[in-house]
C-alpha cells in the first residue's frame, strides 16, 4: 500500500497535565488510524515561536507560546485515508466553546487558550510540521489489520 496521508497531532501541555492522554490516543487509534510517530517533549520558545510562525503577528500569540512552553507536550504522527481532515473533525472548533460534543475540545475543554489539543490543518502544513518535529522521521510500519479497516 503507498504511503497514506498523514497529519501532525500534539496533546499540548493542559492535555498532558489534565491526564487526557490516554484518552486522546485512544481516539485516534480506535477510529483505525495508525501511530507512526509519538515523543513526549518539552519545547523551548523559539521552537513554539517557529512551529506557530503563521500566527506571530496574532494578539494572542504571546501568551500562546507560554502556553505550549508551560509543560510537557506529546507530538504524534497519524496516518489514515482523509486523517487531516478527519484529525480536525475528531478535534473540534478551535474555540472549544464552539466546538460540538464528542469532539476532544467539545468534551474536555473550555477556554480557547487552554483547548488541549492541536492538529494540523492542511496536508502541506502536515508535512512541514512533522518534518520539524520528527526530524529523523517516523516509524515505518503497517498495521496488520489494514484489510478491516480498508476496502
Ligand atoms: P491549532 O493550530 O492549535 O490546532 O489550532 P487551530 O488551527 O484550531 O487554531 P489557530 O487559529 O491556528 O490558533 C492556534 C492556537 O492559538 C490559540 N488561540 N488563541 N485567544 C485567542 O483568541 C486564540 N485564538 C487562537 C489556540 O490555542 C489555538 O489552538
Not at 504571546?62 to 506529546?74: A, I
Request: hydrophobic content about 40%; glycine content about 12%; overall charge neutral.
Amino acid at each position: 500500500m503507498a504511503t497514506m496521508e498523514q497529519s501532525f497531532i500534539m496533546i499540548k501541555p493542559d492535555g498532558v497535565q489534565r491526564g487526557l492522554v490516554g484518552e486522546i490516543i485512544a481516539r485516534f487509534e480506535k477510529k483505525g488510524f495508525t501511530l507512526k510517530g509519538l515523543r513526549l517533549m518539552q519545547i523551548e520558545k523559539s521552537f513554539a515561536e517557529k512551529h506557530y510562525a503563521d500566527l506571530s503577528a496574532k494578539p494572542f500569540f504571546g501568551g500562546l507560546v507560554e502556553y505550549v512552553t508551560s509543560g510537557p507536550v506529546v507530538a504524534m504522527v497519524w496516518e489514515g485515508k482523509g486523517v487531516v481532515e478527519t484529525g480536525r473533525k475528531i478535534i473540534g472548533a478551535t474555540n472549544p466553546a464552539a466546538s460540538a460534543p464528542g469532539t476532544i475540545r467539545g468534551d474536555f475543554a473550555i477556554d480557547v487558550g487552554r483547548n488541549v489539543i492541536h492538529g494540523s490543518d492542511s496536508v502541506d502544513n502536515a508535512k512541514k510540521e512533522i518534518a520539524l518535529w520528527f526530524p529523523d522521521g517516523v516509524v515505518d510500519w503497517q498495521k496488520s489489520v489494514h484489510p478491516w479497516i480498508y476496502e
